[in-house]
C-alpha cells in the first residue's frame, strides 16, 4: 500500500515553455501533497505544499507564478513549471502525506535545454 | 524550519562491517524522528521512525536509530552492512504539530563486496 506515481519520469524541453508534472496517490486519498526539489548529491528542498481544494503554500524563495500547484482531487497534485529555463533543470519528487507519514514517488527529472 | 545535519557525506565500507550514521537537528521541542533510503535509480523509501516510545527503533532490512533527545541526535546504524545496502540515506525531522519534513543532505553509503 501507499503507492505514490509521478509522470513523466523525465522530461526534456526547450527553454520558455511549460511543462506539467503529475503526482498520483494510487492506493490512498492525500488531502495534502508535498513538492520537493533536488539538485545533485545535495538534500530535497520543500518547494510547496498542496491542499486538495485550496490553494498551495509555498516555501520562502520559490516563485508561485513559475511553480503553478493544483490539486484538483485526493489523488492527484500537479506540478506546473512555467516559462522553464535551464536553472529549472532539477529532479523534482512529490511525496503524499499519509497521517503523519509522507510516501514519495519516484521523482521526475525535468532538463530544459 | 529545522535545521539537520548529517555528518557524512560519503561512506565506503565493506561487507560485514557495521554501519553509523549520524543525524543531529536544531529544534528543542517536540519532533518526529525518520530514516529514508533511496537505492540507485528507486524512489526514497522509509526505513525507519520514531514517534514516542522506546528511542531505541528498529526497521526493516536490520537498521536500527538511537533517539537522544539531550544530543538532539538520532543516529542510524547497521550491525552488519550488505552490498545491497549501497543507497543515498536522508534523516529528516518534523516537528510533531507539523506535516512539512525537513531532510539532511544525504549520506551516500558504498558497499565494497
Known amino acids: 500500500g501507499a503507492v505514490v506515481s509521478q509522470h513523466p519520469s523525465r522530461v526534456i524541453c526547450k527553454s520558455g515553455t511549460s511543462v506539467k508534472i503529475e503526482c498520483r496517490s494510487l492506493d490512498f486519498q492525500a488531502t495534502t501533497m508535498f513538492w520537493y526539489r533536488q539538485f545533485p548529491k545535495q538534500s530535497l528542498m520543500l518547494m510547496a505544499t498542496?491542499?486538495?481544494?485550496?490553494?498551495?503554500?509555498?516555501e520562502q524563495g520559490v516563485e508561485k507564478d513559475k511553480f503553478l500547484i493544483n490539486h484538483a482531487s485526493l489523488t492527484l497534485s500537479t506540478l506546473t513549471v512555467t516559462s522553464a529555463h535551464p536553472e529549472d533543470s532539477s529532479f523534482y519528487i512529490c511525496?503524499?502525506?499519509?497521517?503523519?507519514?509522507?510516501?514519495f514517488g519516484p521523482g521526475t527529472r525535468l532538463t530544459v535545454l | 524550519a529545522q535545521s539537520v545535519s548529517q555528518h557524512n557525506h560519503h561512506v565506503i565500507l565493506s561487507e560485514a562491517a557495521s554501519l553509523e550514521l549520524g543525524c543531529n537537528y536544531s529544534?528543542?521541542?517536540?519532533?518526529?524522528l525518520f530514516w529514508y533510503v533511496q537505492y540507485p535509480g528507486q524512489h526514497l523509501q522509509l526505513l525507519l521512525k520514531?514517534?514516542?516510545?522506546?528511542?531505541l527503533v528498529k526497521g526493516i532490512k536490520g537498521f536500527e536509530a538511537e533517539f537522544i533527545k539531550s544530543k538532539f541526535s538520532f543516529n542510524l546504524r547497521k550491525p552488519s552492512v550488505q552490498w545491497s545496502d549501497t543507497a543515498e540515506y536522508f534523516c529528516?525531522?518534523?516537528?510533531?504539530?507539523?506535516?512539512?519534513?525537513?531532510f539532511g543532505a544525504g549520506t551516500t553509503v558504498t558497499v565494497r563486496a
Open positions: 498542496s491542499n486538495e481544494g485550496s490553494k498551495a503554500t509555498y
Open positions: 511525496s503524499a502525506r499519509q497521517g503523519h507519514e509522507q510516501f
Open positions: 529528516a525531522v518534523k516537528e510533531r504539530n507539523d506535516y512539512k519534513l525537513s
Open positions: 529544534y528543542g521541542g517536540t519532533v518526529n
Open positions: 520514531y514517534f514516542s516510545g522506546d528511542p
